[in-house]
């Protein structure tokens, strides 16, 4: 069960985000993954380049590759 307090604040953030322009989004996506990358990079002591990297690596772990794949290589 969700507090109203939680219900209220998720409500404002929709109704926020209801309000901007798409690019107003975009821009919001923009900045929030290069925090984040920031925050990653800190966090790990690596520059940007071995940050997207060590990101890219992990997204791929556990993944079976695709029949499609295997086929064509």
Do not use: W, Y
């Amino acid at each position: 069960m969700r507090s109203k307090l939680a219900e209220q604040l998720k409500q404002e953030q929709r109704e926020r985000f209801a309000r901007m322009t798409p690019a107003e989004r975009v821009a919001l996506t923009e900045r929030l993954g290069e925090e984040g990358l920031a925050e990653f990079m800190s966090a790990n002591g690596l520059d940007r380049a071995a940050a997207v990297k060590a990101i890219k690596r992990s997204r791929q772990l556990g993944r079976r590759p695709s029949r499609c794949f295997d086929e064509r290589h």
